[in-house]
Structure formats: structure tokens, C-alpha cells
């Protein structure tokens, strides 16, 4: 397996998972150009079933949040983050390749992105009452006693210094989650594999599997979580 990840091996893997996914979506496009011959599915495994696989799975995911036209309208981003972590993930089983994702770089830029997108779009669909809900649910207003005024206040200021931490923690806990396991797991594979050198292709199988089912479950998590924090932002006010 690759060995250990340098400060710049996480950025040609990633590359070239976004030259595989580049190339995935060519064939694709090319597959379903036709649309009456793309309502025939392929009979065997091949880049649209993946492909086609991937996005059902990212939809449904979607669905359960958010409304339908939500989903189309975030579909782009959640199945892009879909796509490059998997493969990322992946990548790291195949040997002599280090996981893009086992480094806090690739994994804090995923995060990142997400994190602005959560409150760009919170501005967009909520004005400047989506700053108000950092303040907590109880603000001052005409009906409040004087004396009351600056408890309020400082429990709005509490409030706001709890909720910032706690959306700073989210990109955080992101992007370090996603890291440490993938790490781990190229790890665990990279020495059963050393230390078994003569039927590399038996006995590591359970730990490759294992390797693999971890793979597609950090995606789900990355992706389902990032989905929650921008079903959060965007909800409607009265749900805050």
C-alpha cells in the first residue's frame, strides 16, 4: 500500500479521482445522450449503473430531509462530495495509492465547502433573520418587563458564543471524522498486507472487505451530515 501520506501525495490521488470522475461522467453522458435508449438499463456493471446507483442512493438520502425541490436544486453538491470521497476512499485499497481523503487537507476542504454553502444559503433564504437564531429563541420585545432586559441579553450573548462554537465544531468534526477513520483503515490494510506478502490475495480479503464496507459508510455519514446542516439552514423560520 502506499506507505505513508506526504504533504503531497494527497493532492495528485485526488487528481486523478477527479480525472476518474471526469472521465465516468463523459462515458455516462455519452450513454444517456439518447434519451429512449437510456430508459434501457445496462444488463451488467458498468460506469452508468455505478453512476446511476451513486445518485438514487444520494437522492433518497436527500428525500428523507428535504423537499424535492431542495434535493434537485442541492443534488449537484451532495453527489459531487458523494462521488470524490468514495473514490478517494476507495482509492486507498488498491495498492501502492494513499487515500486523498486520509489527509486533513482534502478531508477540511470537503468540509469547508460545506460549511459556506450551509450559510450562504441560510442568509439567502432567511435574510438577517438567520443571524437572530444564534441569539437563542428568547430576544427582547415590547412586551418585556425593563428588569428582565438584561437577562435577556445575557442570555442571548451566551447563546451566540455556544451556537458559533458549535457551527465551528462542524467543519471540524467533518473533516477530522472522515480523516482519522480513513487513515486508520488504509493503515490496518497496508500492514496486513506487509506482513502477509506471500498470498496477498488471501488473507488480507476480510480486512479488504472490511476496508471497503468502511469506505461506504464514511461517505454516508460525511454526506448525510452535511446534508442535516444545510436542511437546518434553510428550513423555515418558524422551525428554528
Request: proline content about 7%; overall charge neutral; some cysteine.
Amino acid at each position: 500500500m502506499g506507505g505513508e501520506v506526504t504533504n503531497v501525495d494527497h493532492v495528485f490521488t485526488a487528481l486523478l479521482v477527479l480525472v476518474i470522475i471526469v472521465a465516468m461522467a463523459l462515458v455516462v453522458r455519452g450513454k444517456v445522450a439518447d434519451v429512449k435508449a437510456a430508459l434501457i438499463p445496462d444488463p451488467k456493471l458498468s460506469a452508468r449503473t455505478i453512476a446511476e446507483l451513486l445518485t438514487e442512493a444520494a437522492m433518497g438520502l436527500m428525500g428523507d430531509l428535504m423537499k424535492p425541490k431542495e434535493v434537485k436544486y442541492f443534488l449537484p453538491l451532495i453527489g459531487t462530495c458523494a462521488f470524490f470521497i468514495l473514490f478517494s476512499n476507495l482509492l486507498g485499497l488498491v495498492p501502492m495509492f494513499a487515500p486523498p481523503t486520509a489527509t486533513l487537507n482534502t478531508t477540511a476542504a470537503c468540509a469547508v465547502v460545506i460549511f459556506i454553502t450551509t450559510h450562504i444559503y441560510g442568509v439567502k433564504a432567511h435574510g438577517a433573520k438567520y443571524i437572530l437564531h444564534f441569539f437563542g429563541p428568547v430576544v427582547p420585545s415590547r412586551t418585556t418587563p425593563f428588569y428582565a432586559i438584561p437577562f435577556i441579553l445575557i442570555l442571548m450573548a451566551l447563546m451566540f458564543v455556544i451556537e458559533i462554537i458549535s457551527h465551528l465544531a462542524r467543519p471540524l468534526s467533518l473533516s477530522v471524522r472522515l480523516m482519522g477513520n480513513m487513515f486508520a483503515d488504509h493503515t490496518v490494510v497496508a500492514i496486513f498486507t506487509v506482513l502477509v506478502p506471500m498470498v496477498p490475495l488471501i488473507v488480507p480479503v476480510p480486512v479488504m472487505l472490511l476496508g471497503v464496507f468502511v469506505c461506504f459508510v464514511q461517505t454516508l455519514v460525511f454526506c448525510l451530515l452535511s446534508i442535516i446542516y444545510i436542511s437546518l439552514a434553510i428550513e423555515h423560520a418558524e422551525e428554528h
